[in-house]
C-alpha cells in the first residue's frame, strides 16, 4: 500500500488498532502500579506516551 494513495477509510484503519494498541498497553502496563499510584499521575502517564506515540508516527512513516 502506498501511502500517496491513501483514503479516509484506510487512515481509519490504521488509526483505531493504534487507539486500541494505547488504550491495551495502558491497562496491562498501568494495572500493576494502580494501587500505588492515583488515577491522574496514571492517567498523565498514559496521555504523554500518546502524545510522543503521535508525534513520532510521521518518522515511523517515513521511514516505510
Known amino acids: 500500500m502506498e ?3 491513501a483514503s479516509p477509510s484506510s487512515l481509519k484503519k490504521l488509526i483505531l488498532p493504534l487507539i486500541s494498541l494505547i488504550l491495551i498497553w495502558g491497562f496491562l502496563g498501568g494495572g500493576i502500579e494502580w ?21 513520532s ?6 521511514l516505510f
Open 3 to 5: 501511502i500517496s494513495s
Open 57 to 62: 508516527l510521521p518518522v515511523v512513516l517515513l
Open 35 to 55: 494501587h500505588r499510584l492515583n488515577w491522574l499521575h496514571v492517567w498523565r502517564f498514559w496521555i504523554q506516551d500518546a502524545k510522543n506515540m503521535i508525534l
